[in-house]
């Protein structure tokens, strides 16, 4: 299995909502990320978790909230958020220790939210 | 410093021309440097990568040329496909690094 999985893959929430996006990958990465991406713009990094654990948060509004249950699943939690915070949101896992010609991502579909 | 620059902005190239991506950086500590491939409602994919003690690196139709001295590197897409007609972002990052730059973007259309 080479995929990242994100869902769901559209979700449309009202400002007063609670919901969540869910990632999972199974390639054994131990480096799961959630980027955020803008229509023509290049993604922007929120979080990373390195095994299992939050390294980087890049000064995230707390109405996102991360979650990585287990070294195979990651959650992004959304509660209370502004018509702004409409993107697509990617999910990414990397081996985090190179060793490989092409190190890098491996990046989900994304979930496109809009919220109204 | 942490920035990387891209250009141009749009491409736009006959099927079976080349395509050229430009890239360049500031910051001397990166060391590594990959390019992403993204199709309208997909995530970014990993399309080749290159570390600084190479000139140049091919893989079928793509190659990375590198200029440690100048701060800069470029992609090269050999016989464009319409197929290749996508947003292509440069990236770099330290060594091992969790935290990949991203350039701005360049969209090339390939017209059949």
């Known amino acids: 299995d080479t995929e990242v999985t994100q869902t769901p893959k559209h979700l449309v929430m009202g400002m007063t909502n609670k919901k969540s996006l869910k990632c999972e990958q199974h390639m054994g990465h131990r480096a799961m990320y959630w980027y955020k991406q803008k229509a023509k713009k290049p993604p922007e990094l929120m979080f990373v978790?390195?095994?299992?654990?939050?390294?980087i948060n890049e000064s995230v509004p707390s109405r996102f909230s991360p979650e990585c249950p287990n070294s195979s699943l990651l959650n992004l939690h959304l509660h209370a958020l502004q018509p702004e915070d409409s993107a697509l949101y990617l999910c990414?896992?990397?081996?985090?220790?190179?060793?490989?010609?092409?190190?890098?991502?491996?990046f989900g579909s994304g979930t496109r939210l809009t919220v109204v | 410093q942490q920035q990387v620059k891209q250009s141009p902005q749009s491409l736009i190239v006959q099927k079976g021309g080349i395509s050229i991506i430009n890239c360049a950086y500031e910051?001397?500590?990166?060391?590594?440097f990959p390019w992403y491939q993204q199709f309208p409602g997909k995530g970014p994919a990993l399309l080749i990568a290159i570390r600084p003690d190479v000139s140049e690196k091919k893989e079928g139709r793509f190659t990375i040329s590198f200029n440690k001295s100048a701060k800069q590197f470029s992609l090269h897409i050999m016989d464009s496909q319409p197929g290749d007609s996508a947003t292509y972002f440069c990236?770099?990052?330290?060594?091992?690094?969790?935290?990949?730059?991203f350039g701005p973007g360049t969209r090339l259309s390939v017209l059949p």
């Open positions: 990236a770099a990052s330290l060594r091992y690094g969790q935290n990949f730059v």
């Open positions: 990414a896992s990397s081996n985090d220790r190179g060793g490989t010609p092409n190190y890098g991502y491996t």
């Open positions: 978790y390195s095994y299992e654990k939050l390294s």
């Open positions: 910051n001397t500590a990166f060391d590594y």
